[in-house]
């Protein structure tokens, strides 16, 4: 039973982590897109909420749930799948870190240009393009690791 619950909760957190990254990205990219300083100060608040609370709790909790399943089911740390995952994890969570301080910035931007009736500044949309940069190579990292996760390929 021990090891049902680990695995449970390793699932679940990884759910929590990338589906609130995705939900999140797919929200304040369109909202963006929209160009509504209003909408897109809203989402980007909800969007800050989301990471402290889901994100930023999970990005600790899921290696932890990890390393523990690798000790109950006695893989090593040296196998192939097990290295590319951390390191992958090491990039996403590398993404992840300044896309943090990008929507904190965002929301900031969004937010003064909505109070005063304005367009979403220049600095706004030069954290958007960074932001977007960084979700690629985080996103792609995650795809990845979810599929040495099933398939344990090396």
């Not at 995705?22 to 160009?35: I, M, N, P």
């Not at 390393?67 to 951390?86: D, E, F, M, T």
């Not at 304005?118 to 995650?142: D, H, K, Q």
């Amino acid at each position: 039973m021990e090891y049902l619950i680990a695995k449970w909760l390793h699932i679940l957190f990884s759910t929590f982590l990338f589906g609130t990254g995705v939900g999140s990205s797919f929200y304040l990219f369109f909202s963006t897109l929209q160009r509504n300083t209003t909408v897109v100060a809203g989402v980007a608040q909800l969007v800050v909420r989301a990471d402290w609370l889901f994100t930023a709790t999970t990005v600790v909790l899921q290696p932890l749930s990890g390393i523990y399943l690798v000790h109950l089911l006695g893989h090593p740390l040296s196998a192939r799948w097990l290295q590319w995952s951390i390191v992958l994890y090491v990039i996403a969570i590398g993404c992840w870190l300044p896309v943090v301080w990008l929507q904190i910035r965002m929301r900031n931007s969004a937010q003064a240009a909505a109070r005063l009736g304005e367009p979403l500044p220049r600095e706004f949309w030069r954290c958007f393009y960074l932001w977007v940069a960084l979700g690629i190579p985080a996103l792609i990292a995650f795809l990845i690791i979810f599929w040495l996760m099933v398939a344990r390929p090396l």
